[in-house]
């Protein structure tokens, strides 16, 4: 943890830092928890011929929020999938370009998501829309409103990336510094 922000990590930086990895905190307590649920639904369903109802609405909704619920954090961490070929022939300028551009374009996909997201979580709240069959029906509302949420969080993080990828010279230096000679 950084005690006094310095020029390379603002407040705002360590603020949204702490906030998406308390997203990602949350997701890694949702996937445990539906980890369990399906253990619950296998040994009941086999040991005892009584399935947890639902199982099956519960994980479909959950492997959507959970992803969605990590993905601001692997923007942060620079762990998003990414092809090393070009940028590690290009200067620090060129390696600049690439991360503005590709976080540019993240955020749009991020803000897209948001806005693209918000009539069907409007219509899910007004008609409490829910998913299921028979015995169980789960609330599909939180989940859509999850999508809208997390796609302003995410678009909020990759304009942050891109500032910091304009305005930071030392961590493009580093890779510089990180790459192997061609001696």
């Known amino acids: 943890m950084i005690e006094n922000p310095s020029s390379e990590h603002t407040r705002l930086d360590i603020a949204v830092e702490k906030f998406v990895k308390g997203l990602n905190i949350i997701s890694a307590a949702w996937l445990s928890s539906v980890a369990v649920l399906i253990l619950y639904d296998v040994v009941g369903r086999e040991a005892f011929n009584t399935p947890f109802h639902g199982t099956n609405e519960i994980v479909a909704n959950s492997v959507l929020s959970i992803l969605l619920l990590q993905l601001p954090l692997s923007v942060i961490n620079r762990s998003s999938l990414r092809t090393t070929i070009l ?20 955020a749009l996909l991020f803000l897209c998501i948001a806005i693209g997201s918000w009539p069907n979580m409007i219509e899910a709240w007004e008609i409490l829309e ?31 990336s891109v500032f910091q990828s304009i305005t930071r010279v030392q961590e493009y230096q580093s890779y510089e510094s990180e790459a192997p000679s061609s001696e």
């Open 87 to 106: 940028f590690d022939k290009v200067g620090i300028t060129g390696k600049k370009t690439i991360d503005v551009i590709s976080y540019f374009l993240a």
């Open 130 to 160: 829910l998913e299921g069959s028979g015995v169980i029906e789960i609330p599909v509302y939180p989940i859509r409103t999850l999508v809208v949420f997390v796609g302003a969080v995410g678009f909020i993080v990759c304009i942050l």
